[in-house]
């Protein structure tokens, strides 16, 4: 005869009943003195470190999301879907932070219109909260800007991938960046002259290469210095002329191909055309570029970085171009 096992959490089929109860008291509400006495790990010894006791450079939450408010440059606000990163430098007798209180904080702040001056405001609120000495915040959302087609007159949004960080070194300074995502059409120059040659020499036509690229570009804007997102868009644009359309008609179609033969570009002057741009603009302390030209002609990307060569600044060490994909 098979003997019965007993069940923790549910009833048997042979009618026996579980062990622990569950249930959940939707009338329930903690009193002060039932909050006071719940445990709190903050309160543990040294001893309930796990692993190395060393300090941790960031520790904090990612992608919690809210609708906050951005000011335009033209005027007026934008209400825009935001992924928040929040995160503290934590020392090493410390078991950890209370990580509620990063959001809770940037929760007090939901409804002011977010600039990297605001974030700084914030940032100092949970650094007092936490009780860190330094910390982080940044803000990912997509952007629109309205485009122009370049002979029809259309008009559509684009939209652009941006962040906002701000950062508070262990030494009390605030640092400001902005991260902008900028994509644009890319025609090969020897594969221009190949078609060429082919059509003057053999007579035979030909298309030359082109591929939708993208720039992602690292700002740190000067102290005092005010740069919208518009500014980001205008720089690249006015260095690259070739960013994709949005609404077109044949008009416009040929315009962007004849656009395209007046500028083509190899991944490397896509580089140095950037850097012109960024480097001349006064409100910009430091900067790093990465291009990425998703090649017809090849299986693989090519790719390029630069950055201004500020020292102690931004370096060249930038790998992630899995993610200039477009």
Same mark, same amino acid.
């Given at each position: 005869?098979?003997?019965?096992? #007993?069940?923790?959490?549910?009833?048997?089929?042979?009618?026996?009943?579980?062990?622990?109860? $569950?249930?959940?008291?939707?009338?329930?509400?903690?009193?002060?003195?039932?909050?006071?006495?719940?445990?709190?790990?903050?309160?543990?010894?040294?001893?309930?470190? &796990?692993?190395?006791?060393?300090?941790?450079?960031?520790?904090?939450?990612?992608?919690?999301?809210? +609708?906050?408010?951005? $000011?335009?440059?033209?005027?007026? !606000?934008?209400?825009?879907? #935001?992924?928040? !990163?929040? !995160?503290?430098?934590?020392?090493?007798?410390?078991?950890?932070?209370?990580?509620?209180?990063?959001?809770?904080?940037?929760?007090?702040?939901?409804?002011?219109?977010?600039?990297?001056?605001?974030?700084?405001? @914030?940032?100092?609120?949970?650094?007092?909260?936490?009780?860190?000495?330094?910390?982080?915040?940044?803000?990912?959302?997509?952007?629109?800007?309205?485009?122009?087609?370049?002979?029809?007159?259309?008009?559509?949004?684009?939209?652009?991938?941006?962040?906002?960080?701000?950062?508070? !070194?262990?030494?009390?300074?605030?640092?400001?960046?902005?991260?902008?995502?900028?994509?644009?059409?890319?025609?090969?120059?020897?594969?221009?002259?190949?078609?060429?040659?082919?059509?003057?020499?053999?007579?035979?036509?030909?298309? +030359?290469?082109? &591929? $939708?690229?993208?720039?992602?570009?690292?700002?740190?804007?000067?102290?005092?210095?005010?740069?919208?997102?518009?500014?980001? &868009?205008?720089?690249?644009?006015?260095?690259?002329?070739?960013?994709?359309?949005?609404?077109?008609?044949?008009?416009?179609? &040929?315009?962007?191909?004849?656009?395209?033969?007046?500028?083509?570009?190899?991944?490397?002057?896509?580089?140095?055309?950037?850097?012109?741009?960024?480097?001349?603009?006064?409100?910009?302390?430091?900067?790093?570029?990465?291009?990425?030209?998703?090649?017809?002609?090849?299986?693989?990307?090519?790719?390029?970085? @630069?950055?201004?060569?500020?020292?102690?600044?931004?370096?060249?060490?930038?790998?992630?171009?899995?993610?200039?994909?477009?």
């Amino acid at each position: 005869m098979t003997k019965k096992k #007993t069940m923790y959490l549910h009833d048997t089929a042979a009618g026996a009943k579980a062990r622990i109860s $569950r249930g959940y008291d939707a009338a329930f509400r903690p009193s002060a003195a039932y909050k006071a006495s719940m445990p709190d790990m903050m309160e543990a010894s040294h001893s309930a470190i &796990q692993g190395s006791n060393v300090p941790i450079q960031q520790v904090g939450v990612s992608n919690f999301k809210l +609708p906050l408010k951005y $000011r335009r440059r033209e005027g007026g !606000t934008l209400t825009l879907e #935001t992924s928040v !990163t929040g !995160t503290v430098s934590l020392e090493a007798e410390l078991k950890g932070i209370n990580m509620s209180r990063i959001v809770r904080s940037f929760y007090d702040h939901r409804k002011g219109v977010f600039t990297a001056e605001h974030i700084g405001s @914030i940032l100092k609120s949970y650094l007092r909260r936490v009780e860190s000495k330094d910390a982080r915040l940044r803000l990912d959302f997509s952007y629109p800007i309205v485009q122009t087609s370049l002979r029809s007159g259309l008009k559509g949004y684009q939209f652009y991938k941006v962040g906002i960080e701000g950062v508070v !070194t262990h030494a009390g300074l605030y640092r400001r960046f902005m991260h902008f995502d900028f994509v644009y059409s890319s025609a090969c120059p020897c594969s221009a002259e190949l078609t060429e040659h082919a059509l003057d020499v053999r007579g035979v036509y030909g298309v +030359p290469h082109s &591929q $939708r690229s993208k720039a992602r570009i690292t700002v740190e804007v000067r102290p005092g210095r005010k740069i919208w997102i518009e500014d980001l &868009q205008e720089l690249c644009a006015g260095a690259l002329s070739t960013e994709t359309q949005v609404m077109v008609k044949r008009e416009d179609e &040929q315009a962007f191909a004849e656009l395209n033969g007046a500028h083509l570009k190899f991944v490397e002057d896509a580089a140095r055309l950037l850097y012109r741009a960024f480097d001349a603009d006064k409100r910009i302390a430091d900067f790093q570029i990465a291009c990425s030209h998703l090649e017809s002609l090849h299986s693989h990307d090519a790719v390029s970085v @630069i950055c201004k060569g500020v020292k102690g600044g931004f370096t060249a060490a930038f790998s992630d171009f899995a993610s200039l994909v477009c």
